[in-house]
């Protein structure tokens, strides 16, 4: 246990940004967070900085897009920057044929506009399964709007279906700046970095080497702010890689640090193994932990039987498996009432929620999926809200219920299917890794 009291010892010392008990607010909807999003953008007097794994070429990409166009139209000296993964932007959806991708939009848009502004590629890593800009955020002036969602129709419920997510307001000028900082020296202005909405001729794609040395540089950058160790604040974190990611060790100690409850959000359960050691830990301890996890049919790569499956498709089931796995070693805390497992499913939308609450106490809310590929591959970022005079708890207890009305809590391990419950493709496929033993090597890009 003194391990324990040393981490929330570490965890009260943090640093972080001065925040007033209304400087924080809370979106619940996709729709909620496109509405606030467009109203910032077509005020905002000096500065946009938007970072996201893609903006898409369909309805609500575009109208965003043109949205930021309207704003440089009225205020031509705005400083406009939107950060997308490089790979991610130059290719189509999966399954998708030809020449394609986001990035042969922006050119489009860019060339056509009066007052154009730089939509931006980010190369974390020189191939995209290999790792991917995760970063997020949408700086706008004195604004911070987090959320993991990126941009298109289903993040923002343009149409029939949408993808839940989670959605915070935060109006801190040192917050916003501290990451529009991070985002001007430590990613735009490397070599590696290209402008994707620049004209065919003047295309520049990253070099080899400089993709490398980026990766480098990226796992040192930090946020730099004015911090406090009192009163409540706003601590913003980034991490990259295994090695020295604050990010992940933040995580880590937050879990451990935890006195009594977590409420833990994740759409793909594959936690790493040190995460899920500490999550043992808690349950050993005595204490509980809740964890709100998308139903297989509510995760994005979820493909219904009616239709035709590709390999993409084993994804939700191999994610399912290890949910498995976790709820059957810890049966006896989920009859004890310490570990409550909450499957979502609404329908044929999705769940792409992420975050953890201690004590509700502390909050961290993050794109990170807490899983491999996130804790060692992506470039990920997060803030932790310390809520040392409890003014947001009930804001935050509000958040966990509205996230719990299409849940349903899980009593035993066996109500999640086995194997040979699967359609007969996903079984093919799940029995080819065990039999090639591909098993281990995938749960680590999960």
């Known amino acids: 246990m003194a391990t324990h009291f040393k981490e929330d010892a570490l965890l009260d010392k943090l640093g972080g940004i001065a925040l007033n008990a209304d400087a924080v607010s809370w979106l619940l909807k996709p729709k909620d967070f496109k509405q606030a999003l467009l109203t910032k953008i077509a005020s905002a007097t000096s500065s946009i900085y938007i970072a996201a794994l893609y903006v898409e070429d369909d309805e609500a990409g575009r109208e965003v897009l043109q949205a930021l166009l309207d704003a440089k139209n009225q205020n031509p000296q705005l400083d406009i920057k939107v950060l997308v993964d490089y790979h991610r932007a130059r290719r189509g959806l999966i399954g998708q044929k030809g020449d394609s991708g986001n990035y042969i939009l922006y050119r489009q848009l860019m060339d056509q506009a009066s007052h154009p502004f730089d939509i931006v590629g980010v190369p974390v890593k020189s191939r995209e399964f290999m790792g991917v800009l995760h970063l997020k955020g949408f700086i706008i002036d004195d604004t911070v709007i987090y959320s993991g969602a990126s941009i ?9 279906k949408y993808r839940f997510d989670r959605y915070h307001v935060i109006d801190c000028p040192e917050l916003a700046r501290s990451m529009r900082d991070m985002i001007k020296q430590d990613i735009v202005s490397d070599p590696a970095v290209s402008v994707l909405s620049q004209a065919a001729d003047n295309e520049d794609n990253p070099e080899k080497n400089d993709v490398k040395s980026f990766k480098h540089r990226l796992s040192q950058a930090r946020y730099q702010y004015t911090s406090t160790t009192v009163g409540n604040r706003v601590t913003p974190l980034m991490g990259l890689g295994r090695k020295n990611n604050e990010l992940n060790d933040t995580i880590v100690k937050l879990v451990d640090s935890s006195t009594k409850e977590l409420f833990i959000c994740t759409p793909y359960f594959n936690p790493p193994t040190i995460l899920t050691r500490a999550l043992a830990r808690h349950l050993r301890d005595g204490k509980k932990i809740d964890i709100v996890v998308g139903d ?34 810890q049966q006896w ?18 769940f792409h929620l992420k975050g953890i609450s201690a004590d509700n ?65 996903v079984k093919k496929i799940m029995n080819r890794i065990r039999r090639l033993k591909a098993d281990f090597l995938l749960r680590r890009i999960l």
């Open 152 to 160: 298109n129709n289903i993040y923002l419920h343009e149409q029939e």
């Open 296 to 329: 297989k049919t509510a995760n994005d790569f979820y493909i219904p039987p009616d239709q035709d499956f590709s390999t993409i498709g084993a994804l939700p089931y191999m994610y399912e498996q290890s949910l498995r796995k976790f709820a059957k070693n």
């Open 333 to 350: 805390a989920i009859e004890n009432g310490q570990l409550n497992i909450h499957l979502w499913k609404d329908g044929i939308n999705s």
């Open 361 to 425: 106490r502390k909050h961290l809310i993050t794109g990170s999926n807490l899983n491999p590929r996130a804790w060692a591959l992506d470039l990920e970022n997060g803030l932790l809200l310390h809520d040392e005079s409890g003014c947001w708890k009930e804001s935050f207890i509000q958040e966990q219920q509205y996230i719990l009305l299409h849940t349903e809590r899980l009593f035993h391990y066996s109500q999640i299917d086995t194997l040979q419950k699967y359609p007969k493709p």
